[in-house]
């Protein structure tokens, strides 16, 4: 039996839930050679903010049992940039859902960059990140204050008449749930939920972090049960759709993402170790589906 | 960029902490290096391609970490997955005569690979190799039946020249039109600012994907940030900054 992928996502018909996640996949055109975009559901772009970023100092990366740390910061070429040249060359690419990323380092700084993903004709949804562990003065300082998000997010919605806003929240607060409560009270269309833990490794024989940072966002397969726990909660809390990411490699783990309360599904570190997993992962779904005895994946939306 | 399964011919010890893996499969890798997927560790390990063969790859490691102490373990007719067309490499058309090849440690491993190329395209090259002591020595016999000599030093003068490659330039001042080199980034710093000529260096970092979507290695230079997975390893001199 044919399988139905598709879910419907604030009105936009995705064509599978598996979306690789911001910061793991590029602007998507560094992967256009190796694969056909096509059959992704969406594609998050790199994080993007007002001016170009070189970002954290090298080295950015530390592999961890299940799972790694980065601390790129941010690194990317400005909004200017992402709107002018990286989005237009992907649609050229790409007919599905293009999800544009925005950081910030002050409230004015998110209401800017949004402003112009909204007017960015190739982009079909904005994310905004409230939650990035790698930048000091922004990013995370405004996703773990519910008072903090709550501003951020009506001030985005005010700026964004065309596009779904997605806040995308931190796990490294103490209850994930008044967050995104504030954040739907201030008017968020959705929630994308998590972003990396907050980690860090030491060199003993250099007696030295691995890091140049320091610390550094932790993510890969050792945070999805974590993940998952967080996507239950805030999808049974609140009435907005849920995209859930964190720690995400599989198709069961896709199902069992959505089975919690995702209406989406992103993959992240799971990139970074293959990069072909998103492909892999939707070629994998309908057989789980069959065997499941799922017919449509729209249906098995928070039913646990 | 592309993923594919080969399987494990030789991994066996050529020098002190130093292994010779020689991998088959589906035909050989295009690119500077391979990002290895060794089984229990989480991020993949890029690896120099030294040599290619009509059914794959041979690289040289060293165990310096608990991963490539896992590899080391890693009994013949191992599967291992591999990201191959990774990287940048050394640009043998940039040398338009005489070539001079420095390399240090397991540098000598891609230098190895290039000097084919130069020596098919009829260049001659010169080669000097610096290493600890002579029981890290590697690639000695196959670089002198490439290209005829090599000159080797030894920090406690156990073989060759005592002292680094540095010296062995100064004493030697081989002509040259180009040089290439790979080994310790200070080697390479002190290799270039020795060096008056043009050349390139092959420049290591961390890396996440080693594809140049995560953007975990991007360094400085000076024509702005490069990601050393995709727009390296190997860059000019005059790009680089120490």
Sequence with gaps: ?304 | MDKKLYTLKENRLVAAGTYRLVLSGPGPVEGEFVHLDIPGYYLRRPFSVCDTSPEGFTLLYKTVGEGTRALSTLPVGASLSVLTGLGKGFDASACQGKALLVGGGLGAAPLYLLAKELRKEGKEATVILGFNKADEIVLQEEFETLCGSVTLTTLDGSAGVKGFVTDALKALKPAYDYFYTCGPMVMMKAVCQQLEGPGEASLEERMGCGAGFCYGCSIQTAGGPRRVCKDGPVFKKEEILW
């Design chain 1, 1 to 304: 039996m044919v399988k139905d992928l598709s879910v419907s996502l604030c009105g936009l018909s995705l064509k599978n839930p598996v979306i690789p996640a911001s910061g793991t996949f590029g602007f998507g055109l560094e992967m256009a050679a190796a694969m056909d975009l096509n059959v992704l559901g969406g594609i998050s772009l790199k994080g993007s903010t007002r001016e170009a970023r070189y970002g954290n100092p090298v080295p950015r990366i530390a592999d961890c049992t299940a799972g790694m740390i980065n601390s790129v910061g941010l690194q990317n070429p400005g909004i200017d940039v992402l709107v002018n040249e990286k989005v237009p060359a992907l649609r050229r690419l790409y007919d599905g859902c293009i999800i544009a990323n925005i950081s910030g380092f002050s409230v004015e700084e998110y209401r800017e960059c949004c402003t112009r993903a909204d007017e960015c004709e190739g982009i079909n949804l904005i994310e905004v990140n409230i939650s990035c562990p790698n930048v000091h003065g922004g990013g995370l300082a405004f996703g773990t204050s519910a008072a903090a998000a709550a501003q951020v997010t009506s001030t985005v919605k005010e700026a964004c008449h065309r596009k779904p806003v997605f806040i995308k929240l931190s796990p490294n607060v103490t209850d994930i749930v008044e967050i995104a409560r504030a954040c739907e009270d201030a008017g968020a269309d959705g929630l994308t939920l998590v972003n990396t833990f907050l980690g860090m490794r030491i060199d003993i024989a250099r007696r030295k972090p691995v890091l140049a940072n320091t610390m550094g966002g932790f993510s890969g397969s050792a945070i999805f049960p974590i993940a998952l726990r967080m996507v239950y909660q805030v999808a049974h809390a609140c009435h907005i759709p849920v995209m859930g990411c964190g720690g995400v490699t599989s198709a069961r783990e896709v199902v069992e993402m959505m089975m919690a309360g995702a209406t989406a599904v992103q993959v992240g570190a799971e990139n970074l170790r293959n990069p072909f997993a998103c492909p892999e992962i939707i070629s994998e779904l309908s057989s789980v589906m069959e065997e499941l005895n799922i017919s449509t994946l729209q249906e098995i939306i928070e039913t646990v």
